[in-house]
């Protein structure tokens, strides 16, 4: 398999890159906009603020390729604490405290860190 899907490896990767990155940015939009089902009026000067800052300022650059492993690391960094602030007290499982989707994001950032910005990027 690896024969035959190693040779797009930079391709895949461009691809989870920018997906995650949109993704993350669409939670920060909820926070920051109230799209999408998110609340309607957010103070930038909180924490829930500064998260959605980071979302959406962040995906957006991590996507683009535009700083892309200072965005990644500070985004892992946010959803480390997002698990074990709001989802490690409701259980010890991820499947069962609601944390799955923080965790993936946070190691998929922290890859994304490592590796850098990759095919497709503004910035090198």
């Known amino acids: 398999m690896e024969s035959l899907l190693g040779r797009y490896k930079t391709t895949f990767y461009a691809i989870l890159r920018i997906v995650s990155g ?14 999408l089902g998110g609340p309607a009026q957010l103070s930038l000067v909180s ?15 991590i ?18 604490v997002a ?15 609601g944390g799955e989707l923080a965790l993936m994001f946070c190691f998929v950032f922290l890859y994304i860190a490592s590796m850098g910005t ?3 990027g503004v910035r090198k």
């Open 22 to 35: 949109l993704l993350f940015a669409v939670h920060g939009a909820q926070k920051l906009f109230g799209v």
């Open 47 to 61: 924490q829930m603020g500064l998260a959605g800052v980071i979302e959406f300022v962040g995906g957006l650059s």
């Open 63 to 80: 996507a683009l390729g535009f700083f892309t492993s200072i965005w990644a690391f500070v985004a892992s960094g946010q959803m480390a």
């Open 83 to 97: 698990y074990f602030q709001a989802h490690a007290p409701r259980g010890l499982w991820p499947v069962q405290n």
């Open 118 to 120: 990759g095919k497709w």
